[in-house]
């Protein structure tokens, strides 16, 4: 026996529904036993993967300070990472730029303590950890 649904004053079974849209006709019957609506099922669109086929993360633009620009390029722009600034696209948060640590010079510092200081002028205090870490500085 076949499932018949009703929408819009017409009958039709999963398959027709499936046919009319652009959605396999499997997702439709998973849809709609979920408790979806025919309309929903049959015409959302299927979410595809969330990479290339290369792998990567497809670029997404979006405009900062008045230019359509990457997300590769805001990231470096304001210090943030790409990630962050994927999450705040899609969350619809506002883009600020980290702000660095403001840093005054103090009279008889020693060659370590100028050094970190005019290291965090420049860097995040991240990035002066990585730094350290690694005997760089």
Known sequence: MTRKITFAGETKSIRQWADEGDVPLNTVYNRVNAGWSIYEAITKPVSRSNTNPNGTKPSIFTRYEGKKRSVAEIAQMTGWTVNTIRHWIRTGREITPKEKPVIEEVE??????????NMLKTMSVNEVRVHLMRGMA
């Open 108 to 117: 008889g510092m020693n060659s370590a303590e100028y050094t970190l200081n």
